[in-house]
């Protein structure tokens, strides 16, 4: 597009819904200005451009917001269209792509919140099912690496990288403040190489949380729930 633009993301340091907006104008290269938002004293510009949700991100186009990180992802996919693509041509691999999304997006988010914010059979419960479920994506994702290797030497990033990058590329800090494993090389190798692969990606570099920080945050904020302090009378 040409001509000047006003390019705006609210978003939040930790969070991966906010990431993946981000990563896609990284994939895009379309520059934009990003507006650090907190959950406790959000600014008048956030509760005015989301008033049905009030949350993050946003993205805010030549003064347009648009909100929900799916939708943001289409609509920019569709608005820079001379620019890497997120998605496919072809249709049948155009719905590929967005059944696995959809299946990432809609599956793992609550799961893992039960897992990080439990113990014992609950945890252990959550733990299993997440390991079933990694089992069906390292199946599926096969149609897209049929030889095996998910490297990113001859292609961009698409939109199914994008939001595995940030919902998986930080797992190990998951799993160091869990004490469990949750991707196992050897049962879904597939999956694993593929996230190995996006967390030394340039670009997923540029926007994950580093691991120890990560790991700093997720500690305490998971001993909060499964120890919290003694009610005040």
Known sequence: MAGKESVIVHGMWASPYSKRVELAFKVKGIPYEYVEEDFKNKT???????????????????????AESLVILEYIEEVWKDCPQLLPNDPYEKAQVRFWVDFINQKFTDIMMTIIKTKGEVQEKALSQVHELIKVLDEGIKIFFPDGNPTFEVKNLGLLDIIASTVFCSFSATEEVIGAKIIDPEKTPLLYSWVKALGEHPLVMEIIIPHEKLVSILGPWRQSFINPPPSQS
């Open 44 to 66: 008048p510009e956030l509760l005015k451009y989301n008033p049905v949700h009030k949350k993050i991100p946003v993205l805010v186009h030549n003064g347009k917001p648009i």
